[in-house]
Nanobody, 123 residues
Framework: QVQVTESGGGLVQPGGSLSLSCAAS??????????MGWYRQAPGKERELVAN???????TYGDSVKGRFTISKADAADTVYLQMNNLKPEDTAVYYC???????????????WGQGTQVTVSS
């Protein structure tokens, strides 16, 4: 299986910065990395994509965070980082990491989610 562990988050003032990290621990060698990313969900709203990076280092960002957030991946581990700059109150949400792994060379694609971490932007 694949276990996803998030860290980071917290309280920051508007205009400030925070970083999140997410590590995928793989216990079954039949799984291979496809992509990892961050989603967020604010109270009363649907979960939305924040940023994603795939095995080719192709990055995708939600429109509301383009130019402010940067996602990166460690070279030697299934770990991704999200650097969040110029944070706004509307960035307040629970941030979830999702890891997508391919099983058995094309047999299936599987999503694994972290527990979520709170990010609050407030003065």
């Amino acid at each position: 299986q694949v276990q996803v562990t998030e860290s980071g988050g917290g309280l920051v003032q508007p205009g400030g910065s925070l970083s999140l990290s997410c590590a995928a621990s793989v216990s079954d060698h039949m799984y291979s990395f496809n992509n990892m990313g961050w989603y967020r969900q604010a109270p009363g709203k649907e979960r939305e994509l924040v940023a994603n990076i795939n095995y080719n280092n192709k990055r995708t960002y939600g429109d509301s965070v383009k130019g402010r957030f940067t996602i990166s991946k460690a070279d030697a581990a299934d770990t991704v980082y999200l650097q969040m700059n110029n944070l706004k109150p509307e960035d307040t949400a629970v941030y979830y990491c999702k890891a997508q792994f391919e099983y058995g060379f094309g047999l299936s694609m599987n999503d694994f989610w972290g527990q979520g971490t709170q990010v609050t932007v407030s003065s």
